[in-house]
Nanobody, 127 residues
């Protein structure tokens, strides 16, 4: 069974940088598009960024504004989310997700397209 484990969250100051990581086990990693979602208290889960199975295509939400970069290391079954210039409104639980790819450029933005989810990691940004 596919399992995803995130790590790297924590408490940071506005303007800081941090890196989240997610490791997959139990699946063939390069068969999956990978995405990051987040959910703040009282809000619905929202899409952040996604990358296709071979890393060749990316999707990102408008609010990212170039501040977040997602990458994947297929040899390590790992994806990362590099966050810079974080803002208090970035405070949320961040989730890693995997979607069985239907093509090389598949990088979906909808939660319903992802079959496997990590437990989430809390990111808190203080002002």
């Amino acid at each position: 069974q596919v399992q995803l484990v995130e790590f790297g969250g924590g408490l940071v100051q506005a303007g800081d940088s941090l890196r989240l990581s997610c490791e997959m086990s139990g699946g063939t990693f390069n068969r999956y598009a990978m995405g990051w979602f987040r959910q703040a208290p009282g809000k619905e889960r929202e899409f952040v960024v996604a990358v296709s199975r071979n890393g060749g295509s990316n999707s990102s939400a408008d609010f990212v504004e170039g501040r977040f970069t997602m990458s994947r290391a297929n040899a390590k079954n790992t994806v990362s989310l590099q966050m810079i210039s974080v803002k208090p409104e970035d405070t949320a639980v961040y989730y890693c997700a995997a979607a069985l790819a239907v093509g090389r450029t598949y990088a979906p933005t909808q939660s319903r397209d992802y079959s496997f989810w990590g437990q989430g990691t809390q990111v808190t940004v203080s002002s």
